[in-house]
């Protein structure tokens, strides 16, 4: 089942703060979070696991809260490279990855200077 | 920087032809993924592979078909295209642990005229 993220789109002046939520109706064993930019392959953000376990790369932070089936991710003053496409992917079984993973619609940010 | 490739990156062809698109990865990784994408839509997974001689559907129905005769080596085809087929077709790798970070090739976007 797809998983529901928001808001669709933001438009931020380069500094401010934003933050992108990812639900889903079923239970989630992990969230992944990667960015992709116009024309290019998504990039890898990090992961969220159940029991609280994170993987990333980027100075970008994550919450996951397995009882309500959420994950937030948070842009901290955002820089002109944050730009792109938001998705979040979830995966059906704890086993994580081997079955690929299912996207949400994507959240658009628009960093302006 | 991602070693996973893509070829072509662009093609267009006429309605009825076969075509295979390219991906392959030098790193090593058992699972392998195809993803269709529509411009600025989400990413829905079509093929999965979890190693050489494994090939599984994805959530997404398509008339594609893959093979994995190497572990290396992950390609797509489509017996006989047409203008629904015209997307994006990106191609993914993970390590065997589990949820493990995804490389995306480039992506090979296709157009059926």
């Known amino acids: 089942q797809q998983p529901v993220q928001s808001p669709q789109a933001v438009i931020l002046r380069e500094g401010e703060d934003a933050v992108i939520n990812c639900s889903s109706s079923?239970?989630?064993?992990?969230v992944h979070w990667y960015r992709q930019k116009h024309g290019e392959a998504p990039v890898f953000l990090m992961i969220l696991l159940k029991g609280g376990e994170q993987k990333g790369h980027e100075k970008i932070s994550a919450s996951f809260n397995e009882k309500k089936q959420q994950s937030s991710l948070y842009l901290t003053a955002s820089q002109l490279s944050y730009s792109g496409t938001y998705f979040c992917g979830t995966s059906k079984f704890s086993g994580g990855g081997a079955d690929g993973l299912t996207f949400g619609k994507g959240t658009h940010l628009i960093i302006q200077p | 920087e991602a070693d996973i490739y893509q070829t072509p990156r662009y093609l267009v062809i006429g309605t009825g032809k076969k075509i295979t698109l390219e991906c392959s990865q030098t790193?090593?990784?058992?699972?392998m993924y195809w993803y269709q994408q529509d411009p600025g839509m989400e990413l829905h997974l079509i093929h999965y592979s979890y190693g050489v001689n494994s090939t599984e559907k994805g959530d997404l129905s398509s008339e594609s078909t893959v093979s994995r005769i190497r572990t290396e080596h992950f390609p797509l085809t489509l017996e006989s295209a047409r203008p629904s087929h015209t997307s994006q077709y990106l191609c993914?790798?993970?390590?065997?642990?589990?949820?493990?970070?995804?490389?995306f090739g480039q992506g090979t976007r296709l157009t059926v005229v």
């Open positions: 079923k239970a989630l064993y992990s």
């Open positions: 790193m090593g990784h058992d699972k």
């Open positions: 993914a790798s993970t390590a065997q642990e589990s949820n493990t970070e995804a490389f």
